[in-house]
């Protein structure tokens, strides 16, 4: 057991990095580590089989960990792109892959199977490869993740109906069986969700109470766990049940530290599914028939791609990230294997169709990670459209940017009813906006033409009110004082650094984002401790008009950098002393405090 483990570790230290460093992402580094090590490979691992099965917990806990990070509600926010964008996919998949199937020769049954197994993608790989590249939250990373998800839900009902498919191609099984299996997993479904609801946060908060992190470690996989053999005891998917769970859990308040006990688990398991997956591909099939082989894979491949070209396209995606949809979903995935598997013995499929499935479905999962890096070096199409033409008569502030931050200064200058002029880049965001009535254009304010057009020479005041990216804001400020220079501009900055060079530019109020929260807060944290509200005030004034000067300091010294590192070390050690000070001046009058308090 621990020359395997061993073995594992070793193949993924050796792949990984190199796949990474490659630019082909984590992914395609385990199931190449898995294809090395395994059967097809040099024939180090043997039992493949109970390798994925164990392995598969780590999907379990990535499904458990994404329902944490997805609130009931916001589910219900999301239901016209789950079940829109997600049911569109699943259906013209699956009747475009059963077509195909039918056309090769299968029965309509099979062939229906088959399409629907098909129309499946890899939650695991997807959600991985788009996280690594930090595009979950992109347009093509939330369609993805909507159909992901409705198609997770779309298995439950499928898994109990093929056992009512086995009559109709000479199987004994079906009927009430099948029936009776359907309840039973409804009866499942309800529980989870019913003891997730009530049940789970009084047995979390007891064991919170023991005050012992490797037991609430302990409980977290317990209930990882125990819903899984629940779901996978009626028959139903392992991963859906943990997604339940995660879910109810979501808006409680063991939500982050059962994340953060889940997640070394959930990383390595996944890394070991998908080397399971790479181990499981069947390479004397491959060698034995390849044309065959390939030519499933590019079918599938091609058909899925366009199936999510096009559902991307209807439900309002720009070129570019329909696209990025189409390479990221378009391979089979794992729950396909439990789909065949079951078909196959429930007598729908035969295992010849069964194997040739398997290995399509692991090949098209292998291929995906470098067919997504190799589209993704394409020219983008940015999704942009034609800035808006400003007519606006002049107003005393001009806004640029209407973020958090610049629509609380907008919200305050309408309540006191001066009119303003906002210039945003961000198109959804002005989309946003003005359903609240926000008199906001859509428009680069980094351009001249655009700030004439707003009468930003006319403008009492200019606000720079995005900070980042830095090199926008700074190219604004430097265009406004260079060409308006009796406008008055005020911006915000996102570090001290930034600041200076806002004030290089002549920025004639620069106020760092963060500043004056971080104070607000240390005068919450204070008064928490028992320091009198007094003496935070001083102890703050001072340290604001000590910070001020600092500043002032270092701005004509900020751009040597080792003048600026002792600049930091002086002013570091002078705060220190003035304080000392200040409990040293502090302690005669604390004594005599407390010599004429009465002794009780």
Do not use: C
Not at 130 to 147: C, P, Q, S, V
Not at 269 to 292: I, Q
């Amino acid at each position: 057991m621990l020359a395997t483990v061993t073995l594992f570790l070793a193949a993924a230290v050796l792949f990984v990095p190199l796949f990474k460093r490659l630019g082909l992402g984590a992914v395609l580094g385990y199931l190449a580590a898995g294809l090395a090590i395994g059967p097809g490979g040099f024939g180090l691992i043997g039992d493949v089989e109970s390798i994925l099965h164990a392995s598969e917990f780590g999907v379990v806990l990535l499904m458990f960990v994404i329902g944490l990070e997805l609130q009931p509600a916001r589910l219900w926010a999301l239901r016209t792109s789950v079940f829109g964008t997600g049911g569109l996919q699943v259906l013209f998949s699956t009747i475009a892959l059963g077509g195909a199937a039918l056309a090769f020769g299968l029965d309509p049954v099979p062939a229906l199977v088959v399409g629907f197994g098909l129309a499946m993608s890899s939650t695991a790989l997807v959600l991985q490869m788009l996280g690594e590249r930090k595009e979950l939250t992109d347009r093509h990373g939330r369609a993805a993740f909507a159909i992901l998800l409705f198609q997770d839900i779309s298995v439950i009902p499928f898994l109990a109906v093929i056992p009512l498919l086995a009559p109709h191609v000479g199987g004994e099984h079906g009927g009430a069986g099948g029936i009776n299996g359907a309840l039973i997993a409804l009866g499942a479904l309800a529980l989870v969700i019913v003891g997730g609801r009530y049940a789970l946060r009084p047995v979390l908060r007891a064991v919170a109470a023991v005050d012992m992190p490797e037991v609430f470690t302990a409980m977290a996989l317990l209930l990882v766990a125990g819903t899984a053999v629940l779901m996978e005891s009626v028959g139903l998917s392992l991963s859906l049940g943990a997604f339940l769970a995660g879910m109810l859990l979501a808006d409680s308040e063991y939500r982050h530290e059962l994340q953060a006990d889940i997640e070394p688990f959930k990383g390595l398991l996944l890394g070991l599914f998908f080397m399971a997956v790479g181990m499981g591909t069947n390479v004397g099939l491959v060698a034995s028939e390849p044309l065959t082989v390939l030519g499933l894979v590019a079918g599938l491949l091609g058909i899925k791609m366009t199936v999510l070209f096009a559902v991307g396209r209807f439900t309002g995606l720009k070129n570019d990230p329909a696209r990025r949809l189409a390479f990221a979903a378009s391979q089979g995935g794992e729950f396909a294997f439990v789909l065949f598997g079951v078909a196959a013995t429930a007598g729908v499929l035969s295992p010849e169709v069964q194997a040739l499935m398997v290995v399509t479905v692991t090949a098209s999962m292998i291929l995906t990670p470098p067919l997504y890096a190799l589209q993704s070096r394409w020219g983008e199409e940015p999704e942009t459209r034609p800035f808006d033409e400003i007519v606006v008569p002049e107003t005393p502030v001009v806004l640029a940017g209407f973020g958090p931050f610049g629509q609380i200064i907008g919200r305050v200058l309408r309540m006191r009813g001066i009119p303003y002029t906002v210039l945003e880049r961000d198109w959804q965001q002005v989309d946003f906006v003005r359903q609240f009535g926000n008199p906001v254009f859509y428009s680069d304010a980094t351009r001249l033409e655009v700030l004439r057009a707003a009468h930003v020479g006319k403008a009492q005041l200019f606000v720079v009110s995005v900070a980042e990216p830095e090199d926008v804001s700074l190219r604004i400020a430097e265009t406004v004082r260079k060409h308006f220079p009796n406008t008055r501009v005020f911006a915000v900055a996102r570090t001290r650094a930034h600041a200076m060079q806002l004030t290089d530019l002549g920025v004639h109020k620069v106020i760092r984002r963060a500043y004056y929260s971080s104070l607000v807060m240390t005068r919450e944290v204070l008064l928490e401790l028992g320091d009198a509200r007094e003496k935070i005030d001083d102890m703050l004034a001072r340290f604001q008009r000590f910070d001020e000067r600092t500043l002032a300091q270092q701005q004509a010294i900020h751009r040597d950098p080792e003048r600026m590192r002792q600049s930091a070390r002086e002013a570091a050690k002078e705060l220190e002393q003035l304080f000392e000070a200040d409990r040293e001046s502090q302690e005669p009058e604390r004594e005599a405090t407390n010599a004429q308090a009465p002794v009780s």
